[in-house]
């Protein structure tokens, strides 16, 4: 009777109503879920967008080489310029014995890291350390062997660099070197020079200086005027930047150089305690002993030295 009012039988009270009720329950639910993903994407998008800029800024800055003044070869006679940064090894090759590639090394901007004090560590000759930190004698105690392609090197480390020449060429390989020894002269004249064209340009003298000292390093810090320090490249590449690592004579020098008391001075991840950028062709002699340790520890020579300089 009075079920014909009721158009259907879920309309009647206390009728079960399971698939309308289930069908609001859906839809409620469905409703949150998509209420709860707006949220979360708008929470997060303003994370995102508070957070981004800092850790942009906080990355860059954490990797020195983002921080690199100019790139060697870039820097074509050793002009650079840029932020403001420590001195570089300012490798100009071939100045002294002619041609060759120019490039003035760049340098990386320090952290607050304190720099080794090399007054406190041991003075033996193949430990010397030069860098923007610690600059050499105006007059060191160096006797010099002419190679046969015109370079100089302390004549200590001779042999074993003639070695380490012929066993490279003995795999077939075309290493050459393009600098050596620098003398004071030389270096004081590349970075006189680099001044003067700058004061020509209208800088101040203070400023020509300071700019030219971000690329071109300051007489006396500058580890080729030690004559254990040797650019070497593939002949078939002699660009100094970053695509010698990938030469056949670099990766043959990376893993065997320390055989024969050289070791890479300026490694990928070390800017920051060297000072100088990643120079895939840059060697140091050491000596053997040495070497190997630094080449097995995976550290820099101012690492070694600290630890060395530590033990007293
Ligand atoms: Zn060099």
Not at 37 to 61: F, H, K, N, Q, R
Not at 63 to 83: C, F, I, K, T, Y
Not at 229 to 247: F, G, K, P, R, Y
Not at 274 to 286: K, N
Request: proline share 5%; hydrophobic share 35%; glycine share 8%.
């Amino acid at each position: 009777m009075n079920d014909r009012n009721y158009r259907n039988e879920e309309e009647r009270p206390g009728a079960r109503v399971p698939r309308r009720g289930l069908l609001y329950m859906e839809k409620r639910f469905w409703l949150l879920i998509a209420a709860v993903i707006c949220i979360s994407a708008l929470l997060s998008w303003m994370v995102y967008m508070l957070l981004m800029p800092g850790d942009v800024a906080a990355g860059s800055s954490k990797n020195p080489e983002h921080l690199v003044v100019q790139s060697p070869d870039a820097a074509g006679n050793g002009n650079a310029s840029g932020n403001s940064a420590l001195t570089g090894d300012g490798s100009v090759s071939g100045n002294q014995n002619g041609g060759g590639n120019a490039g003035a090394a760049g340098s990386a901007q320090m952290g607050p890291r304190e720099h080794l004090d090399s007054s406190k560590c041991p003075t033996d000759w193949n430990l010397r350390l030069v860098n923007p930190w610690n600059s050499m004698s105006e007059n060191p105690d160096i006797e010099l062997t002419q190679l046969s392609n015109g370079h100089s090197v302390d004549q200590r480390c001779y042999p074993d660099l003639q070695e380490m020449m012929d066993d490279c060429r003995a795999e077939g390989l075309s290493p050459t070197i393009c600098s050596s020894y620098r003398t004071w002269e030389t270096q004081q004249s590349l970075f006189d020079a680099n001044v003067n064209k700058l004061v020509a340009q209208g800088y101040s003298k203070e400023d020509a200086q300071a700019e030219t000292a971000k690329a071109i390093a300051v007489p006396g810090t500058s580890e080729h005027q030690l004559g254990l320090a040797l650019d070497i490249v593939d002949v078939n590449n002699q660009n100094l930047n970053e695509t010698q690592e990938d030469t056949p004579v670099q990766k043959w020098l990376m893993k065997n150089s320390w055989k024969y008391g050289f070791i890479l001075r300026y490694p990928n991840d070390k800017s920051d305690i060297t000072g100088i950028i990643y120079e895939p062709w840059h060697y140091r002699y050491v000596g053997k002993d040495i070497a190997k340790e630094i080449y097995d520890a995976d550290i820099c020579l101012e690492e070694y030295l600290e630890r060395l300089c530590a033990k007293g």
